[in-house]
């Protein structure tokens, strides 16, 4: 398994941008964000395998942007426009090692997570 550290969360007023960055202990094929709110499903952000190959949730798509420095294992999400419903959990996650696996939709299949950043928007 590959250890993640996550950084970046914090509160911010609806409108507001905000950046969160996962560092990786080594290489990993794909990484991906997901956020989870207490009481609700946990929720598939976006991914982005090692060839610059991104899929977004519903709820990210046109506002958030993945990122990721391979040469320093690190994946990062430009999180712009945010609302009071991105309020959440947000965990970076390490895991698929094909590209058909490695999509928001899959949470399954990615083994490693982080502690988790929180992420508040107020309106």
């Known amino acids: 398994l590959v250890q993640l550290v996550e950084s970046g969360g914090g509160s911010v007023q609806a409108g507001g941008s905000l950046t969160l960055s996962c560092t990786a202990s080594?290489?990993?094929?794909?990484m991906g964000w997901f956020r989870r709110v207490p009481g609700r499903e946990r929720e598939g952000v976006a991914t982005?395998?090692?060839?610059?190959?991104?899929k977004y949730g519903d709820s990210a798509k046109g506002r958030f942007t993945v990122s990721r420095d391979n040469a320093k294992n690190t994946l990062t999400l430009q999180m712009n426009s945010l609302q009071p419903d991105d309020t959440a959990m947000y965990y970076c996650?390490?895991?698929?090692?094909?590209?058909?696996?490695?999509?928001?939709?899959?949470?399954?299949?990615?083994?490693?997570w982080g502690q988790g950043t929180q992420v508040t928007v107020s309106s």
């Open positions: 982005l395998d090692n060839r610059n190959i991104s």
């Open positions: 996650a390490a895991g698929p090692v094909t590209r058909a696996t490695c999509s928001p939709s899959g949470s399954v299949y990615f083994g490693s």
């Open positions: 080594k290489y990993t094929y794909c």
